[in-house]
């Protein structure tokens, strides 16, 4: 029987396949009591499974090194929690003292960490309850013998690629093996938008369907399975005549990706010859090969908070350094875009990992990126001058996020002179002209231009927070996503405002926000006067496409005429004619 299931479309494409069902029934185990003179073999047996899955873990991170950078993030948040006494020595003592079997044990002591991260109010850090389940699987499939490895083990050899998996929820292990085993698309019943699952999905462009709720209970092994990324739905079962409409589809898209990679090696220039810059956001270092494969002019934003979100200390300067380096040097000459820490709000710290507030409200109004760095000198400065001594490997610049005040920009820039001193006491080299740029993401910084304009070499806006503080929506709060509109005139017209004020004072202006990245907006920022752009580097193709057919002489004109309109169904129908 033919039925469709709705969901959240977190990865675009289509996935034509059989469904393939990950077991997640390892965490209902058996209750037994241990004979007391048992007690130390099932301590024994328990710290030879942690032990196997560290060492799993270990031996994935050494193989992963062109993975995309989540995955290994993921491993190390995952590597990390087999380190916490709550997950090693608890269940040890609910094994001793309540003479319970190690499985009962260790998922006695998951209930009790997943209750505790649900109490937190940062989403992100709620959702880590999802990498203890996933952590307490993998020591349970050892404890029981490795079933989930068969099942992949017979995907292999079926040598069968277009498989989807169903699955309850993934961690970074399975997913490696989706690498491994070319599976065409996975589901899951939970996930939401900033969920690890959602994350991959997106970096490794794979179709992906979240949020399902029931597909795991509702979908057999083996049964045909049509999954459509972009509109988040997943026909089971699907009669022939749709079949063949989604294979044409399939078929289509797979037309244009190929089509696109002719592009790589193009000039980025529109019809009338004017040249656009196409960079891309990176996250670790990891993700440069991706870049470079996309033809990615330069990093226009490396978001460096990601080089320890969730590992629970930073990095000192020489690792910093070092990371700053790889990337630089990996970019070989193209210029390296470093944006100091953006923690706080949806990135935040551990709390265990540092002395530093938490605002508890309201935190993305709170004490984030710049006004983090500045009240922690010291964080700072090891950060500049790690940055500062990356510069003489290539070209550099240092951009700032979440600016608003003279004040903020004055110090950080005394803060940067205070960096360059110290390493030219101690006779180190780097860039002395190393360009110093600030974000655009607050709309008081967008309407105070001149502000900016007079003191930094370059603006970039991020148009995801300028969006959430113009709109007043918090951006990763999914009960107001629908009023987040990246089309609202007042975004429109701070975006047209900064733009246009950079041109006339001569200062290089990018767009490094989700709308650099977009296709359908990539003639409206054009026709504003952008001429660079900063995005995934799965997207730097798709907007090179439009790029090459669009023609600024002509798209100026009419933008400034959109730019006049505020009614929604007009601006619209005036975009969709813009990009036909
Ligand atoms: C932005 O806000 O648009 C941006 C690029 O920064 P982030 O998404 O890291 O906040
Ligand atoms: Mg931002």
């Not at 794979?206 to 399902?212: A, D, F, M, N, Y």
């Not at 509109?231 to 244009?256: A, C, S």
């Not at 934003?301 to 790889?326: C, I, N, V």
Request: hydrophobic share 45%; charged share 30%; net charge negative.
């Amino acid at each position: 029987m033919s039925f469709t299931l709705h969901g959240l479309g977190v990865s675009g494409g289509i996935a034509i396949g059989k469904a393939m069902l990950m077991s997640h029934a390892t965490l209902e185990v058996g209750h037994l009591t241990v004979a007391p003179r048992m007690v130390d073999k099932e301590i024994e047996r328990f710290d030879a499974a942690v032990l196997a899955v560290r060492n799993e873990l270990k031996q994935m991170k050494e193989t992963t090194e062109h993975a995309p950078a989540e995955l290994a993030a993921f491993i190390d948040i995952h590597s990390m929690f087999l380190e916490d006494s709550e997950l090693v020595d608890k269940p040890r003592e609910i094994i001793r003292e309540r003479r319970c079997n190690a499985e009962w044990a260790l998922v006695q002591q998951m209930e009790h960490l997943v209750d505790q991260f649900e109490q937190f109010d940062d989403p992100y850090l709620r959702e880590r309850k999802f990498d203890v389940v996933q952590v307490v699987e993998r020591v349970i499939k050892e404890l029981l013998g490795h079933p989930g490895r068969a099942k992949l083990k017979a995907a292999k050899s079926s040598k069968e690629d277009s498989l989807i998996v169903v699955a309850h929820d993934m961690s970074p292990a399975d997913t490696i093996a989706f690498k491994e085993h070319r599976f065409a698309s996975f589901i899951c019943d939970v996930g939401g938008a900033t969920s690890h699952t959602a994350i991959l999905a997106r970096s490794m462009a794979i179709p992906s369907v979240l949020g399902l709720e029931t597909a795991r209970a509702m979908i057999r092994d083996g049964e045909q399975l049509i999954v459509d990324g972009l509109r988040g739905v997943v026909i089971v079962n699907p009669d022939p005549r749709v079949l063949e409409e989604y294979q044409l589809r399939k078929e289509q898209i797979e037309l244009e990706k190929t089509k696109l990679k002719r592009l790589k090696s193009a000039k980025s220039e529109t019809i009338d010859g004017v040249e656009i810059q196409l960079q891309a956001n990176i996250e670790l270092p990891g993700d440069v090969p991706v870049a470079l494969e996309s033809g990615a002019e330069g990093v226009g934003l490396f978001r460096t908070e990601f080089l320890f979100l969730d590992r629970g200390d930073m990095p000192d300067e020489t690792e910093q350094y070092e990371a700053y380096k790889k990337v630089v040097k990996g970019m070989g000459g193209r210029p390296v875009t470093i944006r100091t820490f953006d923690l706080g709000a949806d990135k935040d710290l551990k709390p265990e990992a540092t002395a530093l507030d938490r605002v508890k409200t309201n935190p993305a109004l709170g004490r984030r990126a710049i006004r983090l760095s500045l009240a922690e000198p010291r964080m700072f400065q090891i950060q500049l001058r790690a940055i500062l001594r990356a510069s003489k490997h290539g070209p550099v610049k240092i951009l700032v996020p979440m600016l608003a005040h003279a004040h903020e920009i004055d110090q950080t820039l005394a803060a940067i002179e205070q960096a360059k001193s110290s390493l030219r006491g101690e006779k180190i080299a780097f860039d002395e002209n190393i360009p110093v740029g600030g974000m655009i993401e607050i709309p008081a910084a967008a309407l105070a231009i001149g502000l900016f304009l007079r003191r930094l070499d370059f603006l970039s806006i991020g148009t995801n927070d300028l969006i959430q503080y113009t709109l007043a929506i918090d951006r990763s709060d999914e009960q107001v996503a629908n009023l987040y509109d990246p089309l609202h005139p007042a975004v429109l017209m701070l975006l047209a405002h900064t733009i246009s004020s950079a041109e006339k004072a001569d200062i290089p202006v990018s767009v490094c926000g989700e709308m650099a990245g977009d296709p359908d907006l990539t003639r409206l920022l054009l026709g504003m006067g952008l001429r660079t752009f900063s995005m995934h580097p799965a997207q730097i193709l798709k907007v090179k496409n439009r790029v090459l057919k669009s023609d600024v002489s002509e798209l100026a004109p009419y933008v400034r005429k959109i730019l006049r309109l505020d009614e929604p169904g007009k601006l619209q129908e005036a975009l969709d004619k813009l990009n036909n």
